[in-house]
């Protein structure tokens, strides 16, 4: 296979991971694909021709400068008010689910695809880069720029607070 068919086949393999990512870390799906997109274009301008295992981290590093980018401005134009690190995250009693419901999966999906978006950036992105994506704690620093520990901190509180969330639906974590 050759580098343009093995550099499609990265990019298709990682498409949709990605936009999920980026979609819990902006909320948009317009954005997410925004995103996304440029993500995989600047892949392929400027790291194409390097070697395809180095892809993936090059890849994720460059998807999340691209959030961390389109919070800074959407917080500089005043469209979240504060970024993420500063807001607390409240529990959402306002729709009561009974145990039927907690046994649908659908609920259950959009449960988690909620909780995940309410984790600051910097534990989202560690959670969905570790768990879905598969990134050892070196992998994840990488992509993240930050060390490990900062990776392991950030995954261990990911990972608390969405078990808070999965013990407030019913579920024991």
């Known amino acids: ?3 343009q068919q093995t550099l499609d086949s990265f990019l298709a393999s990682v498409e949709k991971k990605a936009f999920q990512l980026a979609e819990f870390a902006v909320a948009d ?5 925004d995103l996304v997109q440029n993500s995989m274009i ?5 790291y194409s021709d390097r070697d395809p295992e180095q892809w993936i981290l090059l890849f994720y590093r460059i998807l999340h400068n691209e959030i961390k980018d389109w919070k800074r401005k959407a917080w500089v134009r005043g469209w979240l008010g504060m970024n993420d690190d500063q ?3 409240l529990p959402d009693h306002s729709v009561a689910v009974n145990p039927e419901q907690l046994c649908d999966a ?3 999906n959009e449960q988690m695809h909620k909780a ?3 984790l600051p950036m910097r534990q989202q992105q560690a959670f969905l880069l570790r768990v879905w994506e598969g990134l050892d704690v070196k992998q994840t620093a990488q992509v993240m720029q930050c060390t490990p520990g900062s990776v392991k901190t950030h995954y261990s509180r ?3 607070r969405l078990r808070l969330n999965l013990t407030e639906w ?3 974590a």
């Open 116 to 118: 995940i978006r309410a």
């Open 106 to 108: 659908e609920v259950i």
């Open 87 to 89: 807001v607390e995250v």
């Open 1 to 3: 296979m050759d580098n």
């Open 170 to 172: 019913g579920y024991e």
């Open 158 to 160: 990911a990972l608390e």
């Open 42 to 46: 600047k892949l392929v301008q400027k």
């Open 29 to 33: 799906k317009d954005e997410a694909l």
